[in-house]
């Protein structure tokens, strides 16, 4: 059985950096059937890493490397910079009913990945944070970071609201 750290690594080289298998197997030192069970045996942590190289490459990223925006995407925190609001958050409001954007099955489900400084690029990782749909869409290219701090702290106030609402509801029953 592989250690996790060879797991870790299969599934960096294979669904992030889609690297060939030979390549994959010879920097590993494993064979083809050990790469095969790797496979098999990890196909949701693939699919995971597959998704994170679908929004490195939509983002275009010139300079920074795969890894280096794996390390970003799994080390910053998971709230909106703005408004602190999470995914286990959002997830909360659209089971219960309470988020009523038209765009949900595109957008507002997760978090985005937002620049702080519209006309910095991308490869600037120190420019990018997490942000909600409402915060990124209300934000746009107009205010700066500073500029959006209170109109995030506004919509906090409102998704706390309906939050509290929600766990009260729960209490009750």
Known sequence: MPSEEIIKEFVIK???EVLPYSQVANDLNIDRKTLSELERNNKLALKEMALIRQIYIR???QTVTPREFLAWYTST???CVYCD?????IQLL???????TKRLSTRGKTLEIERTSPNLPYDRLDNLVYCCYWCNNAKTDEFSAAEFQPIGQVLKMIWSRRIK????TNDSR
Do not use: G, M, Y
């Not at 609001?85 to 958050?89: I, K, Q, R």
């Open 85 to 89: 609001f999470t995914e286990e958050d």
């Open 165 to 168: 609402a929600i766990k009260e």
């Open 94 to 100: 659209v089971s219960h009913k309470q988020i009523h």
């Open 14 to 16: 294979i669904a992030l």
């Open 77 to 79: 925190p998971r709230k």
């Open 59 to 61: 983002k275009k990223f």
